[in-house]
């Protein structure tokens, strides 16, 4: 497994609330995580950083050796829950930080699986034989109305509650990740991200990007890149993911 990560103030502005981490786990298993900070400035920056640190920690205290697949995905669910109310408790805590949230996607890499944990609107992309599949539903107002068929694709890029939240770490109301879990293949390759790359450059960028071949750091170097180029409004986080070998993620 080959794996590099950058995260981008970006042209407007002047913090930079993304996180991100990748950490192997001591039962064998890495995981990976991308953040963004919702709360403006000082905020932003604390919560992302809240939900990457403390969640291998939080992780390690779920997983047990040797666990299917079902106990993985509830230990995701379970340490994400608890992240959440514990930002929460913190935020009541801090002058000024009152309603910190955050979004995160975070993914367990075990063996030949993956297992997916996400609240808000930070991404998972899989690159697999030159095709790229969002394996992420954005938590968001816009998202809700497309599903429901209230607007359009066109519509939603400008809709007055683009951005706006349904799901996020530290949010008042019951936290509810989603989980999900796919096979693992070599030559995947794994992009996690926030709303500062899919919102500035579009999945077919993200695609063309991915696609050319280049090694781990180029690819998430060309990513960032394109964001900044495409004006660059928000901060922007990726993190690449390659899995070389079937037996690199064990």
């Given at each position: 497994m080959?794996?590099?990560g950058?995260?981008?103030?970006?042209?407007?502005?002047?913090?930079?609330?993304?996180?991100?981490?990748?950490?192997?786990?001591?039962?064998?298993?890495?995981?990976?995580?991308?953040?963004?900070?919702?709360?403006?400035?000082?905020?932003?920056?604390?919560?992302?950083?809240?939900?990457?640190?403390?969640?291998?920690?939080?992780?390690?205290?779920?997983?047990?050796?040797?666990?299917?697949?079902?106990?993985?995905?509830?230990?995701?669910?379970?340490?994400?829950?608890?992240?959440?109310?514990?930002?929460?408790?913190?935020s009541?805590?801090?002058?000024?930080?009152?309603?910190?949230?955050?979004?995160?996607?975070?993914?367990?890499?075990?063996?030949?699986?993956?297992?997916?944990?996400h609240?808000?609107?930070?991404?998972?992309?899989?690159?697999?034989?030159?095709?790229?599949?969002?394996?992420?539903?954005?938590?968001?107002?816009?998202?809700?109305?497309?599903?429901?068929?209230?607007?359009?694709?066109?519509?939603?890029?400008?809709?007055?509650?683009?951005?706006?939240?349904?799901?996020?770490?530290?949010?008042?109301?019951?936290?509810?990740?989603?989980?999900?879990?796919?096979?693992?293949?070599?030559?995947?390759?794994?992009?996690?991200?926030?709303?500062?790359?899919?919102?500035?450059?579009?999945?077919?960028?993200?695609?063309?990007?991915?696609?050319?071949?280049?090694?781990?750091?180029?690819?998430?170097?060309?990513l960032?890149?394109?964001a900044?180029?495409?004006?660059?409004?928000?901060?922007?986080?990726?993190?690449?993911?390659?899995?070389?070998?079937?037996?690199?993620?064990?």
């Amino acid at each position: 497994m080959r794996f590099f990560g950058l995260s981008h103030a970006g042209k407007v502005r002047e913090h930079n609330e993304d996180a991100w981490g990748l950490t192997r786990l001591q039962t064998g298993s890495s995981l990976a995580v991308v953040s963004d900070g919702v709360g403006g400035r000082a905020g932003g920056e604390v919560a992302s950083r809240i939900v990457v640190e403390p969640l291998p920690q939080l992780l390690e205290a779920s997983l047990e050796s040797n666990q299917d697949l079902a106990g993985l995905e509830a230990a995701v669910k379970n340490s994400l829950t608890r992240l959440s109310r514990s930002l929460l408790e913190q935020s009541r805590d801090m002058a000024g930080l009152k309603g910190l949230a955050a979004t995160v996607v975070c993914a367990l890499l075990s063996g030949e699986s993956l297992v997916l944990g996400h609240m808000g609107d930070s991404r998972a992309y899989l690159f697999r034989e030159n095709h790229l599949r969002k394996l992420t539903q954005d938590h968001t107002v816009t998202q809700m109305l497309l599903d429901q068929g209230e607007i359009s694709g066109a519509e939603a890029a400008t809709h007055p509650a683009r951005g706006r939240l349904t799901q996020a770490v530290g949010m008042e109301q019951t936290p509810l990740p989603e989980l999900a879990s796919f096979p693992l293949q070599q030559g995947d390759r794994l992009l996690l991200c926030s709303d500062g790359l899919h919102g500035m450059v579009g999945d077919k960028i993200i695609s063309c990007v991915l696609a050319d071949g280049h090694e781990t750091e180029r690819a998430c170097r060309g990513l960032i890149d394109a964001a900044l180029e495409a004006g660059g409004r928000d901060n922007v986080t990726a993190l690449i993911i390659d899995i070389e070998k079937e037996t690199a993620i064990l």
